[in-house]
């Protein structure tokens, strides 16, 4: 391997654990459950959950559970809902009876298929059709 592929490779990795923007200089917390090992970063009524142990096709379903008892574990505070996928898990907390914050709304997007085009070099004009959607 050339010096260039290792140093991509090794920044790729070193990625996987990093606190997403809403979480960054929050200092984690590390704990395990069932096999799993979680970092956790509490931002007022939010946490954030990382899975840092790989894990041959990790179901949602058991992760999630899982990161659900290590939230109660670190914040004290119960998981009202949570949302994303098997590594990176954003949760609702409910502290001291209060409610979670609302649960966020999913991002819509958007994807375009280019049905046709037409080229007139003459007058350097370039026409698209396409058909979008959203999802």
Do not use: H
Request: aromatic share 6%.
């Amino acid at each position: 391997m050339t010096r260039l592929t290792l140093l991509l490779l090794s920044l790729a990795l070193a990625a996987c654990n990093t606190a997403s923007p809403g979480f960054r200089g929050i200092e984690a917390t590390v704990t395990e459950v069932g096999g799993n090992r979680f970092q956790i970063r509490q931002a007022d009524t939010l946490a954030e959950v990382i899975r840092t142990n790989p894990t041959a096709l990790p179901k949602f379903e058991v992760i999630s559970g899982q990161a659900k008892t290590a939230v109660l574990r670190v914040t004290g505070c119960e998981a009202g809902w949570i949302t994303g996928d098997a590594a990176l898990m954003i949760v609702g907390l409910s502290c001291n009876g209060a409610p979670p914050p609302p649960k966020p709304k999913k991002p819509v997007s958007t994807f375009c298929d280019v049905i046709d085009s037409y080229r007139n070099r003459g007058a350097g004009l370039l026409e698209i059709t396409v058909d979008c959607y959203s999802l």
